[in-house]
Each structure stands twice: as C-alpha cells, then as structure tokens.
C-alpha cells in the first residue's frame, strides 16, 4: 500500500499545472548587435571674410554682421579698445575677419582673428587663444628706401595705368601733369602703349608703399623727362640735352579726356545754328579734375551766360586760359587766388549750354581768343655749364637703373635679351 501511494504521487507530480508555465520549447534566443555610434562631422576650415563699417554702423555691429556670436563681438571690442578708439569710427573702416563657421545653419560662427590696419606699416591684430580669450598684438613692419624703374603699358587712363604699376597717387599725378606738355592725350596715347617710370619710395616688407618719393624718370612715345633740380631752385624736368620740358601752357588740362569738338565754326547742339567755337571741348566724366594750363592768378570764378560756371586765369607775356561749364570750384580758388601749373583749379560739370559733361576751353592772346591746339606758346629753358654738367651725372645713373631693370623685365614677358 506504501508502494501504491509513492507511484500515484509520483504520476500526479507530471502532469503540468494550469499555473505554472510549460517549459519553452524553442530555438535559443539570438543576442542582438549593438549599433556603432557615427562620428562626430570633422570642423569646418576656417574662412577669410572682409568687413566694413556701414554709416551710422558701431564697429560691434559691423563685426556680428559677419555672423560670429554677439559675445565674440564684444570680445574683438574690449580687446581693440585698449589701442584705439572704436566710438568716433568713420563710415569705411575695413577690416578682415578669419571665422570658423557651424554644422548647423543657424548656429553662429566662431571669431577666430580678425585684423586692421592702422596704417601702411601697422596693423592690430585680435586672435583667439587655446583658452578661448581674446589678445591683442601690434604689429609693425619694418620698412626700407627703394627706387622703382619698371616698364608698363596704357591700360585704360595713364593714371591708372601707371598706379598698377605701383606708383602712389601723387606719383601718377606728377606723371600726367608732365606728359600733359608734350602729348595729345586723345590722338597720342592709345591702349598698348609702353611706358618707364623711375621713382623713389619707402616700402614695408611685405611691399606696400608706406610714403611717396620723387618721380625721377618718364617716357612715353619717345618723350624722355628727367628730374633735375637746379641750384637754388625747385626740382624740374628736363628732356636728355637738358632743355626743361615745362611749356608755358599744359596741352591737355584734364587727364584722359577726349576732344569733341575743336576751334572754328560749327553747328551749335543746343541752339541748332551754325556760330564760331571759340574754343575746344573735352568730353570727360562729371566731377573729374580740371588743372590749370599754367602759372597764373585767377581773375574771373562765377556764373557766365551760357559758359555755366566759368574760370579764367591770367598768365605772364599776355596769355590767358578759360575754363567752361564746370561744375564747381577746387577749394580757395577765387579771383586774386595765384594757382600753380598742373594744380587742381575746378571739376567738369554740364553747367550752363551743355548737352553733357564737358571741359569747354579756351586760349586768349592779348585779349583776343586763339586756337589752343596750334596757339605758339613760350617754349623752356635750356640748362648750360656747371648745372649742365651735374644734370647729365644724375641722368646716367638713372639710364643705368633703367638698363639694369630691362634683363628682369624682359625675361618676365618672355623675351630673350641681347647676349654677349
């Protein structure tokens, strides 16, 4: 009976319970792969971007203007505020910023450096450090005398010609100012042309003209200047024999214009009938430099019928010039006024009769008006004995600077140069 017992209990102890779970029957479970984590995208490299300040713009806000965070701005400020004051800044001021900007579009950028120059030498430097501070660094290069004797070709004006050159404003003004004695800037000059300057300048290491020189040496169509200065007297400007190249009255009193219409009778634009020019106009653009023809004094500055604003300057030996429809006078010049040869006296304009801006200029001899084109006007001195002498010393020096600059030149356009 014991037995029976033990056997029934163990029968009943197989059969599953609805309570307790059967035994799972299937495949083992499979771990799941765990997904590897992408890489964070590389930074960007950061770009160059030029700045300048907007009228009515803070220096601050032309900064953020580049995108960089407002507390980055404010950083660049601080720092550059220590040399210079950033409150009365001029509309213009440029600048260049080095940012490195975001992934995300709208995030800001971040300021890496941004730099200024304070003048042709000098630059302030703001930059980023490990730390994420701002610092401040002056910079100033050192700078050397250098004489320049290149060879050119008339690209667009002679005055922009010669300042891809390298030549300073004031370099390229003496250079029109010479070449205005001798050449018809319309029919003379023409795109293509060759030309050699010599001049003296202070250069900053990087090779930006820190100040201007003198010019010493100009050719074009054959026509050679030297500059010489004589004992006692202001530096001049002489052809290779040493007859001083300065004529009595400039040729051309606007740099780059063109004549359109000459000396004599010709049907008038605005008033349709057939009267004498009394003088020939140069088609230039409004605003653009007028000089005077020569030394002189101012006698007449105002309104004059159909000549708009008129200008007449009296010259020595009975010579007069006038200049028509300006638009308005350089600074101090009235009548009584002395001006000098080459100086800037007006700005073409379109003020009374004119269908446009224009020079409209005119020649007087004793009064009377002349053809400025053929007018025979005093011609330069010529230079003799001792100052004859120390000119041609100082024009071999510069003919052998020209002749040592001619090798690089050459080679640089690909022609072979003379041999033996």
């Known amino acids: 009976m014991a037995l029976a017992f033990v056997m029934g209990w163990f029968a009943a102890s197989q059969v599953e319970h609805p309570w307790r779970p059967a035994p799972s029957r299937a495949a083992p479970a499979t771990k799941l792969a765990t997904a590897t984590p992408a890489p964070p ?12 300040v907007r009228r009515g713009e803070t220096f601050e806000a032309a900064v953020r203007r580049l995108g960089v965070a407002p507390e980055d701005a404010r950083q660049v ?29 709208g995030a800001h950028a971040q300021l890496v450096s941004l730099t200024m120059r304070t003048g042709p030498a000098s630059q302030l430097t703001v930059s980023r450090t490990f730390d994420g501070a701002m610092r401040l660094k002056a910079l100033e290069e050192p700078v050397h005398d250098d004489t320049v004797a290149e060879e050119g070709r008339i690209e667009g004006s002679l005055y922009e010609s010669a300042q891809k050159m390298g030549a300073t404003p004031a370099i390229t003004a003496q250079v029109v100012k010479l070449f205005a004695h001798k050449l018809d800037f319309e029919r003379d000059i023409q795109p293509g042309d060759r030309f050699k300057l010599v001049f003296d300048r202070r250069v900053s290491e990087s090779g930006r003209t820190v ?7 100009a050719e074009l169509h054959g026509v050679r200047f ?10 001049e400007y002489f052809d290779p024999s040493g007859k001083n190249i300065k004529g009595f009255l400039l040729r051309t009193p606007v740099d780059g214009a063109r004549i359109t219409s000459r000396f004599g009778l010709r049907r008038h634009p605005i008033l349709g009938y057939t009267r004498r020019h009394q003088g020939i106009d140069f088609g230039a653009g409004a605003r653009t430099p007028i000089l005077a023809a020569g030394d002189g004094v101012v006698t007449e500055a105002g309104r004059k019928g159909g000549y708009g604003n008129w200008l007449r300057i009296r010259h020595n030996g009975g010579w007069d010039t006038g200049y028509g429809h300006v638009s308005r006078y350089a600074r101090g010049v009235r009548p009584g ?22 020079l409209h ?32 010393a100082d024009k071999a020096r510069i003919d052998g600077l020209l002749a040592a600059s001619a090798g690089p030149a050459l080679a640089k356009a690909g022609i072979e140069g003379p041999k033996g």
């Open 41 to 52: 995208p590389a930074p960007l490299e950061p770009e160059a971007v030029p700045g300048k």
């Open 77 to 105: 400020v601080l720092a550059l505020a220590e040399n210079m004051d950033l409150a009365n800044i001029k509309a213009g001021l440029a600048f260049d910023a080095l940012v490195r900007r975001s992934h995300d579009q």
């Open 211 to 217: 100040e201007a020189g003198d010019l010493e040496y």
């Open 226 to 235: 030297y500059r010489f200065k004589r004992r006692g007297g202001e530096a």
């Open 337 to 358: 006024v002395r001006v000098r040869q080459g100086q800037v006296v007006a700005y073409v304009g379109s003020t009374g009769l004119a269908t446009g801006p224009h």
């Open 361 to 392: 200029y005119e020649v007087f001899r004793r009064g009377q008006r002349v053809n400025p084109l053929s007018a025979k006007v005093p011609q330069g001195t010529v230079l003799a004995g001792r100052e004859l002498k120390r000119f041609k």
